[in-house]
Every structure is written in structure tokens, then in C-alpha cells.
């Protein structure tokens, strides 16, 4: 999937949308509401995007529900409605997360993985927590593992590293990382470390500008850059930044920006709400209307600018721009 050229995605995406149309009983109810029928979907520019709102409010699959194998919930803060994100197969998602992150970075057995995601393991059906899980597991390092509270240990495994050959990835929510940063240990860098934050305050902390956050975690952990990975629990495939929340597209994705007031606007801006093509999710729907906010730079690459006004915090919501 990580091979497809302009053309072929084009042609996958445009089959998707019939498949989907026919299999997907949402989807299906939301283009009948919406007075679309299938035949006439003949480009990508024509394909409907789901409201991400629909992962709350019903059960979004191809075939019968209970056929699916997991199920990943989003986290949420206490008496919100949670996404829910049923999954074919576990294993396809999780060699899928291995591919673009090694697409990126290289392979997972050059690295230690050290998982900072309290709150997410403190709860089950974190698709997060998951991809973190199999990340530790191959990279093959008896020093990869997941870190609560412990802030001291994590430290201090980070410090025994230091002088090692391996790179090291440090990932971590983004209020955890903030915690670390303020918890007046000291810390020395080191060349091989890779801080990444996925986002997420929980209603631990303030929301803060993007800059704010990396300028602090770049003082504390003595690096030139903060990485970061953009992910949702609607989607399998990942996003990732490694400077300035500066995101590259992998090959299996799709961005196109609509208009802020129109959700029905065509979806060709610089700026603006962001849908996401997402191929890998051919077995719910690829389709999605996302509440975040969007730019090009002139590179090419794409940042997150933060949440509609009236959209709900998610768990791993974004650094507001």
C-alpha cells in the first residue's frame, strides 16, 4: 500500500467508495440522506466524506459487526460519548503502523522504545496503546517499555541508554511529556534521542500552542526538534512530523482541506477543515469528515492547526495553533 502512485490511488479509492457504498449500511443511510447515489461518483473529487461524529453514534463496518475482531475505543474525558472503531484484523493494523514508521524513521530494531502514555493504558481499547505495544516488541529491546508515572525510572532508563549505539524513541502524551519537562529532575541529551509527542491533554492541563509545547520539551530534553505523530481512532494510518508539527502524507493517504462554514465545499483549499482519505480503512469507511483544522505550507506539508470551536476535546486531541 505504501507503493501506490497517484493513478492507483485515484482507482483504489474511487472502488472503495462503490464497495463501501453498497457494504457499509452508514455510509450507505448517509449518501441516500444526502440524495447521492453511487453511479454518480465517478472521480475522487466526487467521493463523500463521513462526519467523524458517526464513530460515536453507530457501529461503522462493512459486513455484520460481530464479525469484527477488535474493537478500539477512543479515550475521552469522564461522560463523553467515545468513538468506537471496529477492526477487521488486528494484525494487519499493527503491521501497518510498522511500515509507515519505518517508512520514516527506519527499522524499529534500530531503536528502544520507551512508551510514556499513562491514562491510555489505564483503560482498554487504546489503538495507541496497541501500536506502542508491537513497536516494543520489535524493536527486540529488553530496554523498550511502557512508563506510567514513574518518572524517575523512565529518567534514569533514558540516561542508562544514553551512551548506547541504538536510537532511542521516547513517545509520549503530550500532558505526560509537559509533566516530565516540569518535574524538576534533570536531564542530559543525547544525540541518538527521538521525543515524540501524540497529542493529547486530557483535561490534565491548559490547551497550549504547538510552539510553546515543543519549546519547552526541546529545553528540557536538550533536542533540536520535537517529533510528532498524527493519529486518531478512527483511522489506521499514522502521520508523522519530525520538526515544526510539519506532517508528510504517506502514499495510503489523502488530505484535502473544505471550506470552514461548507462541509459540502469542495475540498481543494490551503486552508481549512481537513478530510482524510485513509485506504487502509476498507473495512469501515476510508472516508472521513475530521473537526480539525488544516494547512499546506509551500513544501508540501501539512499542519494541524487545531479543532473547531464546537467540536468535542478528544483524547488525543491537538495542540491548538
Known amino acids: 500500500m505504501e507503493t501506490l502512485t497517484l493513478d492507483h490511488f485515484d482507482d483504489f479509492a474511487l472502488e472503495l467508495a462503490q464497495f463501501q457504498a453498497q457494504n457499509n449500511p452508514i455510509y450507505a443511510a448517509y449518501l441516500k440522506a444526502r440524495k447521492i447515489h453511487p453511479t454518480s461518483i465517478q472521480k475522487v473529487e466526487d467521493i463523500p466524506f463521513l462526519p467523524i461524529q458517526f464513530f460515536k453514534d453507530s457501529l461503522i463496518y462493512c459486513g455484520k459487526p460481530n464479525s469484527a475482531s477488535q474493537v478500539y475505543s477512543s479515550s475521552g474525558t469522564t461522560g463523553m460519548i467515545t468513538s468506537k472503531h471496529l477492526i477487521w484484523s488486528e494484525e494487519f493494523y499493527l503491521n501497518h503502523a510498522q511500515q509507515l514508521f519505518e517508512k520514516a524513521y527506519g527499522p524499529l530494531s534500530d531503536f528502544h522504545v520507551l512508551a510514556l502514555l499513562p491514562a491510555y493504558l489505564e483503560r482498554p481499547g487504546s489503538s495507541l496503546v496497541a501500536m506502542a505495544s508491537h513497536f516494543i516488541k520489535e524493536s527486540k529491546s529488553e530496554a523498550s517499555g511502557f512508563y506510567l508515572y514513574n518518572q524517575q525510572e523512565l529518567l534514569h532508563q533514558l540516561a542508562t541508554l544514553a551512551s548506547g549505539s541504538r536510537k532511542v524513541l521516547l513517545l509520549g502524551v503530550t500532558f505526560a511529556l509537559l509533566d516530565l519537562a516540569e518535574s524538576k529532575e534533570s536531564f542530559e541529551g543525547f544525540p541518538n534521542l527521538i521525543v515524540m509527542e501524540t497529542g493529547g491533554m486530557k483535561g490534565r492541563r491548559k490547551e497550549?500552542?504547538?510552539?510553546?509545547?515543543?519549546?519547552?520539551?526541546?529545553?528540557?530534553?536538550?533536542?533540536?526538534?520535537?517529533?510528532?505523530?498524527?493519529?486518531?481512532?478512527?483511522?489506521?494510518?499514522?502521520?508523522?512530523?519530525?520538526?515544526?508539527?510539519?506532517?508528510?502524507?504517506?502514499?495510503?493517504?489523502?488530505?484535502?482541506?473544505?471550506?470552514?462554514?461548507?462541509?459540502?465545499?469542495?475540498?481543494?483549499?490551503?486552508?481549512?477543515?481537513?478530510?482524510?482519505?485513509?485506504?487502509?480503512?476498507?473495512?469501515?469507511?476510508?472516508?472521513?469528515?475530521?473537526?480539525?483544522?488544516?494547512?499546506?505550507?509551500?513544501?508540501?506539508?501539512?499542519?494541524?492547526?487545531?479543532?473547531?470551536?464546537?467540536?468535542?476535546?478528544?483524547?488525543?486531541?491537538?495542540?491548538?495553533?
Request: glycine letters at 8%.
Open 208 to 321: 497550549m500552542i504547538r510552539e510553546e509545547v515543543h519549546e519547552q520539551l526541546c529545553a528540557f530534553f536538550k533536542v533540536d526538534s520535537i517529533h510528532s505523530e498524527y493519529g486518531m481512532t478512527e483511522l489506521l494510518s499514522q502521520v508523522y512530523s519530525k520538526e515544526k508539527g510539519k506532517y508528510l502524507v504517506p502514499t495510503c493517504m489523502r488530505v484535502v482541506l473544505r471550506d470552514l462554514n461548507d462541509p459540502f465545499s469542495p475540498a481543494s483549499r490551503s486552508q481549512g477543515g481537513i478530510n482524510l482519505i485513509d485506504l487502509a480503512n476498507f473495512h469501515s469507511c476510508a472516508f472521513i469528515e475530521t473537526q480539525d483544522i488544516g494547512k499546506w505550507d509551500e513544501n508540501g506539508f501539512l499542519e494541524v492547526l487545531g479543532r473547531f470551536d464546537h467540536s468535542e476535546l478528544r483524547g488525543c486531541n491537538l495542540l491548538v495553533q
